[in-house]
């Protein structure tokens, strides 16, 4: 008896030990953070010039530059809202350097004897409330709130009696955009943001009140950003993400272009020099390839869009009575071939891109010359190149997709170059240039032929 027990307590002491299953981390967007940002924009306002000697024009303008700055903001991650899990809420401040400067703008004959145009946002600010959603240590938000800036204008006129005129002042408005942001590892995060700002009207009259002007500020923001948050779990360690292989994908988005443009007839006198800046949806399907070498990622992917971006806003020559021009240039659709490279920082994708670009660009010029009406189309299919970067995440959303989906918001600069075409108005040669570069911001979702993205994320 006394060996049994013996035997049945060393069967005990070898026994395997019952361990608890591990608790699941869960990554916590609660607290402050500091940050700063860099990236770029531009202007396309609206702008009626008027000039009681030369007559009308309406011009967009608006300048592309890059821009700078610091941001701090407070999130509180909420448990469940109205259905969904994980709702993050926030209010963010930023304060920003720009170097948005118009000075490419003139009317008439640029100087000769018209008008040029200068327009310059120095810097702006934004309070704004964020929501969003969060997957871990993904945050995918939209954002809006309160903006302001200061804005320059100075016309010079030239046409007799000569006249300019200056206007500054720090004007106000609202402010709307998304991003998403994710951890880069302890308390670091890294967000891309697109931001669109309004901020009012600004208009003037020269002295003695033979020119005006009146344009709407409008600004498109492009940028990336990182933020340090003071508390949360910096010991958050991601699953481990596997990106090769073979996937496929939709994609949708926003995309708008500043297209330096003119319009010469050297036998009339005319020189005008114009943006034309078409904005709208696009969305189209994409494939691409990724090879992995531990946390690097590099591949190739390809590209198509349908795109509705249109701009008809600009009328020069007067814009009413027996001589006019009104334009109207739409890019109906364009692709993209690139090369991606980045780096995988648990489960998600930090990467820059860049390649061939193609797409249709078609603009319509129609009007009056000394009452005799003219109508031309020039349609072009360019190509040219494309560069960017984006933030690519695993992807769920209430049980609807797998572990194979991804999700990736990426910016997106297409410049298509520059084309001139020649035509007459009225039996008289004339010349049309525009130079197209676009910018976007697209959110993808894609399928991955390969093992799961992640085990269990």
């Known amino acids: ?135 871990g240590p993904v945050l995918s938000y939209v954002t809006g709130g309160f903006a302001y800036g200061n804005v320059k204008t100075g016309i010079a006129y030239f046409d007799a009696p000569a006249a300019s005129m200056t206007v500054s002042s720090t004007r106000t408005g609202w402010t709307v955009g998304s991003g998403v942001e994710a951890a880069l590892g302890g308390n670091w995060t890294a967000k891309v943001e697109y931001l669109y700002l309004d901020l009012g009207n600004q208009g003037g009259v020269s002295p003695g009140g033979l020119y005006a002007f009146n344009s709407d500020i409008r600004e498109h923001i492009f940028r990336a950003g990182v933020n340090y948050r003071f508390g949360g779990n910096s010991a958050y360690t991601a699953p481990t993400a596997n990106w090769a292989g073979f996937y496929l994908g939709g994609n949708f988005g926003g995309a708008t272009a500043l297209n330096r443009s003119s319009v010469v007839v050297p036998a009339g006198g005319i020189w005008d020099n114009f943006n034309l800046s078409p904005d709208g949806i696009m969305g189209g399907v994409l494939a691409g390839y990724n090879f992995q070498a531990g946390n690097f990622v590099y591949g190739l992917e390809a590209d198509f869009q349908g795109s509705s971006q249109k701009d008809d806003k600009n009328c020069l020559f007067g814009c009413v009575g027996t001589s006019f021009a009104n334009f109207n240039q739409k890019l109906q659709w364009f692709g993209t071939v690139r090369g991606r490279a980045g780096f995988t920082v648990g489960a998600t994708l930090f990467y820059a891109t860049g390649g061939l670009a193609y797409g249709n660009v078609k603009t319509n010029v129609q009007g009056l010359a000394g009452g005799t009406p003219f109508d031309v189309t020039f349609d072009h299919n360019r190509t040219g190149y494309a560069v960017g970067g984006g933030i690519e995440t695993p992807f769920e959303f209430l049980g609807l997709f797998g572990p194979n989906w991804t999700s990736k918001s990426e910016y997106l600069y297409v410049n298509l170059g520059n084309t001139t075409d020649a035509f007459t108005v009225a039996g008289t040669p004339a010349t049309f240039s525009t130079r197209v570069e676009q910018h976007m911001l697209r959110t993808s979702l894609s399928y991955h032929f390969n093992a799961p993205v992640v085990a269990k994320y």
């Open 1 to 135: 008896m006394g060996s049994a027990a013996a035997a049945q307590a060393a069967d005990m002491a070898v026994k395997a030990p019952v361990y608890k299953a591990p608790v699941m981390q869960v990554y916590d967007w609660t607290g402050f953070y500091l940050g700063a940002n860099a990236g770029l924009g531009f202007g396309r306002s609206s702008t009626a010039i008027t000039s009681l000697r030369s007559g009308n024009e309406a011009m967009r303008t608006g300048g592309l530059g890059a821009l700078g700055g610091v941001q701090a903001g407070y999130n509180w991650q909420a448990g469940s809202v109205l259905g969904f899990n994980n709702v993050v809420f926030g209010v963010e401040a930023d304060i920003q350097g720009a170097g948005f400067d118009d000075n490419y703008s003139c009317g008439y004959n640029c100087g000769v004897n018209g008008f040029a145009y200068q327009q310059k946002l120095d810097w702006f600010g934004t309070v704004r409330g964020r929501i969003g959603l969060a997957t």
